[in-house]
């Protein structure tokens, strides 16, 4: 597969290695109603284990479709 950027890999990526779908972690993340972006990230990396790449491609991704 090849993807135009590094947020669309970082994501196909993490989907491929936890076996959860990217919907589970961004309910996660819309949860957090007025987070900032690092807030974000840092609760998945905290509460989650996720690696900081794949949890700050995941928010980027959330944060777009919402226009945030």
């Keep these: 597969f090849f993807f135009n950027d590094t947020a669309t890999t970082e994501i196909y ?9 990217i919907s589970h ?3 996660l993340i819309a949860k957090m ?3 900032k972006h690092s807030e974000m990230v840092a609760m998945l ?3 989650h284990g996720m690696g900081h790449g794949h949890a700050n491609a995941i928010v980027a ?8």
């Design 33 to 35: 109603k007025g987070a």
């Design 45 to 47: 990396k905290n509460d």
């Design 61 to 68: 991704h959330y944060r777009a479709e919402k226009g945030l």
């Design 25 to 27: 972690w961004k309910s």
């Design 13 to 21: 990526t993490l989907s491929l290695h936890d076996a959860l779908p």
